[in-house]
């Protein structure tokens, strides 16, 4: 039998239930053409950003930091001999270190001439004494083994940047140096330099390097696009972008593509033309943001490429390639994503879009692309890697279940009866959604185990199911709205399941039918639906409520590398007792009796089993443990802290995918997290002295303003579209009852500010 609360007792002392009827093996949809496999696996290449040729000879160059948000940064030497092959030691020849952090590297077009190298970088200048991004040249060794004269250090042009940098560069084929510029601030455009053409920051930037002149160590070129403007800076080319990450040349055509990062919706990627303005901060991609604000000179251009936050939360950008490994790829532009680990390929041609599509559904953590020696493409993994594209070996599988039914994870899916050897658990501090009640159950294939980690989410084993259904207390049609109880029974609306395959995890969704007799497999893409849910605020005691059914990638923007895909499953959300006929048990101890554990270093030795005898590393009593934010009895600090590690922290966490400079995984002291007196790094909604969180003010407070939105600016930003207003009155009298004191901030942990 089974419990709400968690495994039946006697159903522990008996053992657990090997299951092995899951069906939910395959993919229901056609896969991407593409997997990645790494390179050089046997390197240390420590948080790379991107990686570039080295001209005249086989080697590569990897721009890598220390981690946080600025220097020192490194070029690291790669050379061939080492690419995959585990009987040369491979190790890294340090090319360049600067104090900067490092964007991008450009050789000049006559570099085996010249031996000319610029490096694109952000770090506090000298001269201006502030925090710049700047292009910096150096001389490489014509003869072997071309070195690098870190003494031959030039600066070539810099300006005030602090926040989006940009800071890529690469030379056109008209011999031009380009250089990115973002807005220059963390804030939603806080100088509004977007649309300002007397300031650098938020521009592309086309410079002559080759004739310096008397005063700066480069030339403006005469066809420059604004050099009829009073007071506009000569060296722009174009404007209104957010934060080009990374830019490159199409080697056929010679257009100039830009990746850019987004901020509250969109994601883009553009062909930037002479003299063009993208809008930012007017609008976000092709939408509306600050409207009110000044706009540039010229017309606003839509983007030529645009992503939803539902399929990408901070775009990477690419290039078009002509390699001979892939036909299918030839000529189009290949970018990713850092968040979600997606790459796309779009054909480009004579103004227009031909063809778009997805190449791979990757778990990397995508900073850059690079073209190697051969022209094939190269993919840059911030959490530590270079990888390439091969052949998929997946294949969509007609068999998957279309109907939940058919996933072998119930008994009785008329009688909602689960197999007996799905196991039931639940959390101490659940996910907001939208009001719906969850059942959860976690399936582990035959007599497999995870592994058992005490800091984060645990390892699962491939075959594994984590199965969780939503329900809400909806409306009988088939009664008058006179006739309706205030408290109806709760119906099922949707069941997801995540499945890991080899070595990744996926998601997918199941819509309930009206008669709850079984749940269709929801289509890739997603949809809404409108339900009448009881409400007491709402007319005869109900209220229509928009139900999200999430899309396949719209999954894995929260299941990503940086929260290890697995969110509810970890001591200090297990790590509770639950009441069953007068008793108190422990769910850990619970699952512990099953055989579901085996210890981290397990894993290099014989596959354990449910039998491997397991122990804690602690008594589970003096394991961490979360607080539950409805437990009024706790501590209130610990419930806020509670609540924002798991609502908030999967994306606000070091190398996540929010773009803002905050950590709110509960062991961050509080002190430590970046929010107590910190402005906001985004937009402030028009509050004077805004905070993320203003202690004693919550009307000031960024964080919980958020939480009170929906639509521009919410949070969470995905998968709710209703407040939680429990929520918002704990956080309040939290924010209410904080004393004021002095500010503390701390540095930006992401590589895309």
Not at 161 to 181: E, K, Q
Not at 292 to 297: D, E, I, S, T, Y
Not at 419 to 440: E, F, M, Q, T
Not at 563 to 579: I, K, M
């Given at each position: 039998?089974?419990?709400?609360?968690?495994?039946?007792?006697?159903?522990?002392?008996?053992?657990?239930?090997?299951?092995?009827?899951?069906?939910?093996?395959?993919?229901?949809?056609?896969?991407?053409?593409?997997?990645?496999?790494?390179?050089?696996?046997?390197?240390?290449?420590?948080?790379?950003?991107?990686?570039?040729?080295?001209?005249?000879?086989?080697?590569?160059?990897?721009?890598?930091?220390?981690?946080?948000?600025?220097?020192?940064?490194?070029?690291?030497?790669?050379?061939?001999?080492?690419?995959?092959?585990?009987?040369?030691?491979?190790?890294?020849?340090?090319?360049?270190v600067l104090d900067d952090i490092i964007y991008g590297v450009a050789f000049h077009p006559n570099f085996k001439e010249n031996g000319l190298m610029y490096v694109g970088c952000n770090g506090k200048s000298e001269a201006l004494d502030k925090v710049c991004t700047r292009v910096l040249r150096f001389h490489i060794q014509r003869e072997a083994p071309f070195r690098c004269d870190a003494a031959s250090q030039m600066t070539i042009i810099e300006w005030p940047s602090n926040g989006h940098n940009g800071g890529d560069?690469?030379?056109?084929?008209?011999?031009?140096?380009?250089?990115?510029?973002?807005?220059?601030?963390?804030?939603?455009?806080?100088?509004?330099?977007?649309?300002?053409?007397?300031?650098?920051?938020?521009?592309?930037?086309?410079?002559?390097?080759?004739?310096?002149?008397?005063?700066?160590?480069?030339?403006?070129?005469?066809?420059?696009?604004?050099?009829?403007?009073?007071?506009?800076?000569?060296?722009?080319?174009?404007?209104?972008?957010?934060?080009?990450?990374?830019?490159?040349?199409?080697?056929?055509?010679?257009?100039?593509?830009?990746?850019?990062?987004?901020?509250?919706?969109?994601?883009?990627?553009?062909?930037?033309?002479?003299?063009?303005?993208?809008?930012?901060?007017?609008?976000?991609?092709?939408?509306?943001?600050?409207?009110?604000?000044?706009?540039?000179?010229?017309?606003?251009?839509?983007?030529?490429?645009?992503?939803?936050?539902?399929?990408?939360?901070?775009?990477?950008?690419?290039?078009?390639?002509?390699?001979?490994?892939?036909?299918?790829?030839?000529?189009?532009?290949?970018?990713?994503?850092?968040?979600?680990?997606?790459?796309?390929?779009?054909?480009?041609?004579?103004?227009?879009?031909?063809?778009?599509?997805?190449?791979?559904?990757?778990?990397?953590?995508?900073?850059?692309?690079?073209?190697?020696?051969?022209?094939?493409?190269?993919?840059?993994?911030?959490?530590?890697?270079?990888?390439?594209?091969?052949?998929?070996?997946?294949?969509?599988?007609?068999?998957?279940?279309?109907?939940?039914?058919?996933?072998?994870?119930?008994?009785?899916?008329?009688?909602?009866?689960?197999?007996?050897?799905?196991?039931?658990?639940?959390?101490?501090?659940?996910?907001?959604?939208?009001?719906?009640?969850?059942?959860?159950?976690?399936?582990?294939?035959?007599?497999?185990?995870?592994?058992?980690?005490?800091?984060?989410?645990?390892?699962?084993?491939?075959?594994?199911?984590?199965?969780?259904?939503?329900?809400?207390?909806?409306?009988?049609?088939?009664?008058?709205?006179?006739?309706?109880?205030?408290?109806?029974?709760?119906?099922?609306?949707?069941?997801?399941?995540?499945?890991?395959?080899?070595?990744?995890w996926h998601g997918y969704s199941y819509q309930w039918n009206a008669g709850q007799t079984d749940a269709v497999l929801v289509e890739a893409s997603g949809h809404d639906q409108i339900f009448e849910v009881a409400s007491k605020g709402g007319k005869n005691g109900f209220a229509k409520q928009t139900w999200h059914y999430p899309s396949r990638s719209e999954c894995m923007v929260c299941h990503s590398r940086a929260s290890n895909f697995v969110l509810g499953l970890s001591v200090r959300q297990t790590n509770l007792?639950?009441?069953?006929?007068?008793?108190?048990?422990?769910?850990?101890?619970?699952?512990?009796?099953?055989?579901?554990?085996?210890?981290?270093?397990?894993?290099?030795?014989?596959?354990?089993?449910?039998?491997?005898?397991?122990?804690?590393?602690?008594?589970?009593?003096?394991?961490?443990?979360?607080?539950?934010?409805?437990?009024?009895?706790?501590?209130?600090?610990?419930?806020?802290?509670?609540?924002?590690?798991?609502?908030?922290?999967?994306?606000?966490?070091?190398?996540?995918?929010?773009?803002?400079?905050?950590?709110?995984?509960?062991?961050?002291?509080?002190?430590?997290?970046?929010?107590?007196?910190?402005?906001?790094?985004?937009?402030?909604?028009?509050?004077?002295?805004?905070?993320?969180?203003?202690?004693?003010?919550?009307?000031?407070?960024?964080?919980?303003?958020?939480?009170?939105?929906?639509?521009?600016?919410?949070?969470?930003?995905?998968?709710?579209?209703?407040?939680?207003?429990?929520?918002?009155?704990?956080?309040?009298?939290?924010?209410?009852?904080?004393?004021?004191?002095?500010?503390?901030?701390?540095?930006?942990?992401?590589?895309?500010?």
């Amino acid at each position: 039998m089974q419990s709400s609360f968690g495994v039946d007792p006697q159903d522990a002392e008996s053992g657990r239930v090997p299951w092995n009827d899951s069906t939910v093996v395959g993919f229901p949809d056609s896969p991407p053409p593409f997997e990645v496999v790494q390179l050089y696996s046997h390197l240390d290449i420590p948080k790379p950003m991107g990686v570039t040729a080295l001209p005249g000879t086989s080697d590569l160059l990897v721009h890598v930091h220390q981690g946080g948000y600025g220097g020192p940064g490194r070029l690291l030497r790669v050379s061939p001999g080492a690419a995959n092959s585990k009987e040369t030691k491979g190790e890294l020849e340090e090319f360049l270190v600067l104090d900067d952090i490092i964007y991008g590297v450009a050789f000049h077009p006559n570099f085996k001439e010249n031996g000319l190298m610029y490096v694109g970088c952000n770090g506090k200048s000298e001269a201006l004494d502030k925090v710049c991004t700047r292009v910096l040249r150096f001389h490489i060794q014509r003869e072997a083994p071309f070195r690098c004269d870190a003494a031959s250090q030039m600066t070539i042009i810099e300006w005030p940047s602090n926040g989006h940098n940009g800071g890529d560069l690469v030379f056109g084929h008209d011999g031009m140096l380009y250089v990115s510029a973002g807005d220059g601030t963390s804030d939603s455009d806080a100088n509004h330099a977007g649309q300002d053409l007397t300031t650098l920051p938020g521009s592309m930037l086309r410079i002559d390097v080759d004739h310096p002149t008397k005063d700066l160590a480069y030339s403006i070129p005469t066809d420059n696009p604004f050099l009829h403007i009073d007071g506009a800076r000569p060296e722009i080319w174009a404007y209104g972008l957010r934060n080009p990450w990374r830019i490159s040349v199409d080697a056929g055509t010679g257009d100039l593509w830009a990746g850019i990062n987004g901020q509250d919706l969109w994601e883009t990627a553009q062909v930037v033309r002479r003299g063009e303005n993208y809008g930012w901060s007017i609008t976000e991609g092709s939408h509306p943001f600050q409207t009110h604000r000044k706009r540039g000179p010229t017309p606003i251009v839509p983007p030529t490429l645009e992503h939803p936050h539902s399929e990408a939360r901070s775009l990477t950008g690419g290039h078009v390639y002509y390699g001979n490994k892939h036909p299918i790829l030839r000529g189009h532009y290949v970018y990713g994503d850092y968040a979600t680990g997606m790459i796309w390929a779009a054909k480009y041609e004579a103004g227009s879009v031909l063809s778009h599509f997805p190449v791979a559904r990757t778990s990397l953590q995508i900073a850059g692309f690079g073209i190697d020696h051969e022209g094939e493409l190269i993919v840059v993994d911030h959490g530590g890697g270079l990888y390439a594209l091969v052949p998929t070996r997946q294949q969509q599988s007609s068999s998957f279940p279309r109907l939940l039914s058919q996933t072998g994870i119930y008994e009785s899916i008329t009688k909602n009866r689960m197999h007996a050897g799905l196991i039931p658990y639940r959390v101490n501090s659940p996910l907001w959604s939208d009001g719906a009640v969850k059942d959860r159950f976690i399936g582990i294939p035959g007599k497999r185990t995870i592994e058992f980690q005490t800091a984060k989410s645990w390892d699962f084993p491939d075959g594994t199911v984590l199965v969780k259904t939503f329900s809400l207390p909806l409306a009988d049609k088939s009664k008058k709205a006179s006739d309706q109880t205030h408290e109806p029974p709760l119906t099922r609306i949707e069941t997801r399941l995540m499945t890991r395959q080899n070595g990744e995890w996926h998601g997918y969704s199941y819509q309930w039918n009206a008669g709850q007799t079984d749940a269709v497999l929801v289509e890739a893409s997603g949809h809404d639906q409108i339900f009448e849910v009881a409400s007491k605020g709402g007319k005869n005691g109900f209220a229509k409520q928009t139900w999200h059914y999430p899309s396949r990638s719209e999954c894995m923007v929260c299941h990503s590398r940086a929260s290890n895909f697995v969110l509810g499953l970890s001591v200090r959300q297990t790590n509770l007792t639950f009441s069953d006929e007068g008793h108190t048990f422990s769910q850990l101890e619970q699952f512990k009796q099953l055989g579901l554990f085996h210890a981290s270093h397990a894993k290099n030795k014989k596959e354990p089993t449910m039998d491997t005898p397991f122990k804690f590393p602690s008594a589970v009593e003096d394991l961490p443990k979360l607080a539950d934010p409805a437990d009024t009895n706790q501590d209130l600090e610990s419930r806020v802290r509670s609540y924002l590690h798991s609502n908030c922290a999967n994306c606000h966490v070091k190398e996540g995918g929010g773009n803002s400079n905050i950590t709110l995984a509960v062991n961050r002291a509080l002190e430590k997290t970046g929010i107590i007196d910190v402005a906001a790094s985004h937009d402030s909604f028009g509050i004077t002295d805004a905070k993320l969180i203003k202690p004693a003010d919550p009307s000031s407070s960024i964080l919980l303003q958020r939480m009170k939105r929906r639509g521009r600016g919410q949070m969470p930003p995905l998968a709710t579209s209703m407040i939680d207003e429990d929520a918002v009155s704990m956080i309040t009298q939290w924010i209410n009852q904080l004393p004021v004191g002095e500010p503390t901030r701390v540095p930006n942990a992401s590589p895309k500010p």
